[in-house]
């Protein structure tokens, strides 16, 4: 039934008509539009209620949460979601406005409308995850959880993954290459059969620190290696470090001088920070051709200081920021050739850090020098 322009009273007969169970009631243009109005009205004054309840409930939410209006504001919001907003409040804000994606702003038109919606989100600096659930009342829910850590966790575990596979991959082969020349006829042929046994062992060996260097650095970052923190005399170190490096640091026609004075001692686990002191002194005998290397130890108001100094070629300074990061060689080639996993001093970070201390490096055309800080006993 057509109403046209037929009064009120009627309109609202056949609205009650239709929700009882009877047909649709067609309320004509001026009666539609001031139901419409009433309604945005009643939506508009519930829009500015601030319900406690509902803040304590969003506020106990661990993810930044709003309930989002018809209008598309948010109507309340916790803090999480408040530190979204660059201006630090998002009450009153439109999604978009929030966090300037398009991407959110048109998934909040379709929950408005009344489909849920689960999203992610990639922003400049931050990665998050969305939900959208509508409401009754038309509103919409929306959770948003910062992922970007999570995101950044698996990117490193893919990395490692692919970088590890790369490293193993390289004296695979060429053991296999060997071993096929052997089995081939070499083996037959004293003089050349050597040589490729050589390489076998050489390989072999390089898998070895590889796997060893593997498991300790995932025994280090899953923090199932256990430090056991207990004063160390830092002078059986040095003394340690002269006999077991002298002979490699002669052969290469390196001075090695080692300067540790007697009665310093730090907190430390002792087969750690042996690690890493074998560990900066092994690289700087390897990677200087001529000159010198020396160990060194002083004490400093509450702490020692250990410096692993050599006049070698130094290190350009825009790798120094990431010559701690696992696999990263200043010049792979050379490293590789060297016997070097690029593990050596990703492996020294976590110990000291481990200890509580610091390690940074220095480098310059004069050579370069590693500092680790512990502190004293
Ligand atoms: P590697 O096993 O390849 O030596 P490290 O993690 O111990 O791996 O060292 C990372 C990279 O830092 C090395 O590949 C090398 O390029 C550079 N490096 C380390 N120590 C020195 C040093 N004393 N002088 C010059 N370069 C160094």
Redesign the pocket.
């Known amino acids: 039934m057509a109403l046209g322009r037929t009064p009120l009273a009627a309109a609202i007969k056949a609205l009650r008509a239709e929700l009882a169970g009877g047909p649709h009631a067609d309320l004509g243009q001026e009666v539609s539009e001031l139901g419409s109005l009433l309604l945005q009205r009643e939506l508009r004054r519930f829009a500015t209620v601030r319900d406690p309840a509902e803040q304590e409930l969003l506020a106990s939410l661990p993810d930044a949460a709003a309930v989002v209006a018809v209008d598309g504001r948010v109507r309340v919001c916790n803090a999480a979601f408040d530190a979204l907003s660059a201006s630090g409040r998002a009450a009153g804000l439109t999604s978009l406005e929030v966090t300037r994606s398009g991407e959110l702003s048109e998934a909040m038109r379709r929950a408005l409308e009344g489909s849920a919606r689960r999203l992610e989100l990639e922003l400049p600096h931050r990665a998050l995850s969305v939900h959208l659930t509508p409401l009754l009342r038309g509103e919409v829910l929306c959770l948003v959880r910062d992922v970007t850590e999570e995101r950044r966790a698996a990117a490193t575990r893919r990395d490692f993954v692919a970088n590890a596979s790369h490293e193993l991959r390289t004296p695979v082969a060429a053991i296999r290459g060997a071993a096929e020349t052997l089995l081939a006829g070499a083996l037959d042929q004293p003089e050349t059969a050597r040589g490729f046994v050589e390489i076998v062992h050489r390989q072999a060996e390089r898998l070895s620190r590889l796997t060893q260097?593997l498991l300790d650095l995932s025994r280090l970052e899953s923090r199932q290696w256990r430090f056991e923190v207990a004063p160390v005399d830092l002078t059986p170190l040095g003394r340690q470090v002269d006999e077991l490096h002298g002979p490699s640091a002669r052969k290469k026609g390196l001075e090695l001088r080692v300067a540790v004075p007697e009665g310093i001692t730090v907190m430390a686990d002792g087969r750690a920070l042996e690690q890493v002191v074998v560990?900066?002194v092994?690289?700087?005998i390897?990677?200087?051709p001529s000159g010198s290397v020396e160990l060194r130890a002083v004490s400093s108001g509450g702490e020692a200081v250990l410096t692993?100094t050599?006049t070698?070629?130094?290190?350009e300074p825009h790798?120094l920021a990431r010559?701690?990061e696992?696999?990263?060689?200043?010049?792979?080639g050379?490293?590789?050739e060297?016997?070097?996993?690029?593990?050596?001093?990703?492996?020294?970070k976590h110990l000291v850090q481990g200890m509580h201390g610091q390690i940074d490096?220095e480098?310059g055309a004069e050579?370069?020098r590693?500092r680790v800080r512990l502190p004293a006993a």
Request: net charge positive; glycine share 16%; aromatic share 12%.
């Open positions: 260097d560990n900066l092994d690289n700087a390897k990677y200087t692993v050599d070698g070629p130094g290190i790798h010559l701690f696992r696999f990263y060689r200043v010049d792979s050379r490293a590789r060297a016997g070097g996993t690029g593990l050596g001093l990703a492996i020294a490096v480098s050579g370069t590693f």
